[in-house]
């Protein structure tokens, strides 16, 4: 899969799991998107494809890079929609 690809997909998958802020913008935690089935099944390097959305701007969260367990509660929100 190529990474724009992956990124168009991570915006579904953050639009189905996560709820609107008080802003309007979509938010998930990270550890419900890395424990959801469904997204194990499609992104082979979740942390990947989040930097990517991150670095074009797509979502925003805070650090650099999200770990497992550690990030579980950071949020990840969403840009663009």
Not at 3 to 18: P, T
Not at 50 to 57: D, E, I, V
């Amino acid at each position: 899969m190529n990474v724009q690809h992956e990124v168009s997909l991570l915006v579904g998958e953050i639009q189905r799991l996560g709820s609107k802020n008080a802003d309007g913008q979509t938010c998930v935690k990270f550890g419900v998107l890395f424990n959801d089935d469904r997204c194990a099944n499609i992104f082979e390097a979740l942390v990947g494809t989040l930097r990517a959305a991150k670095r074009k701007k797509i979502i925003a969260f805070e650090g650099e890079l999200l770990l497992q367990g550690v990030h579980d509660n950071v949020d990840i929100t969403l840009l663009q929609e």
